[in-house]
């Protein structure tokens, strides 16, 4: 009785043993890439599976989207400018039977190709491309790498480049090219504003032209404006019509006035502009120096 009770123990135990490595189970986001004897059978999951033991293999693997951070690579960029960039891919597994024939460790592939993708893409960029045109370059490594790990089984979906450190010298040279570049703006913005200042200040003159009496009243606008501040300056205005008649004895003299007196006879007298007195000499004639000298001596 005692064998009979032995034997039937390790028989259960043996049926356990046997049933706990037949039964596995899977979670929704997981399948079962199964070989019988070395040959690929059907894919199975989720939920429970059943293996023959000791004839079948599993191989456990996750469809869910993977984040790859991919490391720091040093590139050289189009234009010879060293930068060091990061990045970070996002990928998951759409065929899980491939992923486990066609490669030995997908992860391990996908990273591999990601890191060379993103030097030869971003070697072919320039530094100022790699600044403003990230979303550009982030298609063009997304479709390279997906397109390399297509064969496997894996969807790239997205890749990002997150950081770009470039040297301190090239930095001070970037901030000194977009200093120059606001203030080249800011004259374009101000010579455009005095243009247009100059322009509406030709119409207002135009129109001030036509009706003197406007500029009385500008005359008035400035007064109040020069009133209201705390200042002592005193303000009086004179029209112009009332100095004008004053203002006619100031004239400069024409150049005909100016002439240069010359005298005109033997006794020394003197005229101005075109009049001469004795010495032989008519109304309205002009006595040169020479003819002077011959007569004084």
Do not use: C
């Not at 070395?38 to 996750?62: C, F, H, N, Q, Y």
């Not at 200042?197 to 129109?207: G, M, N, T």
């Not at 004239?251 to 004795?278: C, D, I, K, L, Q």
């Not at 010495?279 to 004084?296: C, P, T």
Request: proline residues 4%.
């Amino acid at each position: 009785m005692t064998t009979v009770l032995v034997v039937l123990s390790v028989f259960v135990v043996l049926i356990a043993v046997l049933v706990g490595m037949s039964v596995r189970v899977l979670r929704e986001y997981e399948r079962a890439v199964v070989f019988r004897l070395g040959r690929l059978i059907t894919l199975k999951g989720p939920g429970l599976v059943i293996l023959v033991p000791a004839i079948d293999r599993m191989e456990r693997v996750s469809l869910r989207t993977v984040t790859l951070k991919i490391p720091v690579q040093e590139v050289i960029t189009r234009d010879n400018v060293p930068v060091k960039v990061t990045a970070v891919t996002y990928f998951r597994v759409v065929d899980a039977d491939r992923s486990i024939v066609e490669v030995e460790d997908f992860l391990a592939a996908t990273s591999q190709i990601a890191q060379t993708t993103l030097r030869s893409i971003l070697g072919k960029a320039e530094l100022d491309s790699l600044l403003s045109e990230r979303e550009r370059l982030n298609e063009d490594l997304q479709k390279v790498i997906d397109q390399q790990t297509e064969p496997w089984g894996v969807k790239v979906t997205t890749v990002e480049i997150k950081d770009v450190e470039i040297p301190a010298n090239m930095q001070r040279a970037i901030a000194r090219q977009a200093e120059a570049e606001r203030e080249r703006r800011a004259k374009i913005i101000n010579a455009d504003a005095e243009f247009q200042a100059s322009a509406k200040l030709a119409e207002a003159a135009e129109v001030i032209s036509r009706n003197p009496t406007t500029l009385q009243l500008r005359y008035l606008q400035t007064l109040h404006e020069i009133g209201s501040e705390n200042n002592s300056t005193v303000v009086f205005p004179l029209p112009l019509d009332l100095v004008r008649p004053f203002m006619g004895g100031g004239v400069a003299a024409t150049p005909a006035a100016e002439e240069r007196v010359r005298p005109t006879g033997a006794f020394g007298h003197f005229a101005t502009g075109s009049t001469a007195v004795n010495g032989g000499v008519g109304v309205n004639d002009r006595v040169s120096d020479r003819e002077i000298g011959e007569r004084l001596g």
